[in-house]
């Protein structure tokens, strides 16, 4: 099982499973201890580039098959075959500081964990 929180959120120790960070940059104002992350795969993260142009006014469609070219490459795709490894064995909850993680990065990235990208 796959879920999407905000990192900012309280743990839920007995539903959240092995829990994910899928953010580039570390949480404003949130402690190592607070957020309870228990993985940081920074080759699963939007790059510094892809993030730039999104906020500068790039489209969503245009960003997610930007980003899913991105988690093509060897280093996020081996990243990704791990976490799909950690998901099929229990809960993964992935992580991002974004207010609606439904509408996120993190929701591709759980569409390409399984498999419905």
């Known amino acids: 099982m796959i879920r999407l929180r905000r990192v900012y959120d309280p743990p839920e ?3 959240d499973g092995v829990r994910v960070l899928v ?3 570390w949480p404003r104002g949130l402690s190592k201890e607070a ?3 228990d993985e940081w795969p920074k080759a699963v993260t939007p790059s510094a580039e892809l993030r730039t142009w999104f906020h500068g ?3 969503t469609e245009e960003f997610r098959a930007r980003y899913e070219a991105e988690l093509a490459q060897p280093q996020a795709a081996a990243e990704l075959d791990r ?3 950690l998901a099929a ?3 993964l909850t992935l992580l991002t500081a974004v207010k609606d993680p439904e509408h996120s990065h993190a929701a591709v990235v759980a569409a390409l964990l399984t498999g419905g990208a």
């Open 23 to 25: 953010d580039r940059l």
């Open 57 to 59: 006014g790039g489209g």
């Open 35 to 37: 957020a309870a992350v």
């Open 83 to 85: 976490l799909r490894a």
């Open 89 to 91: 064995a229990g809960t």
């Open 13 to 15: 120790p007995g539903a």
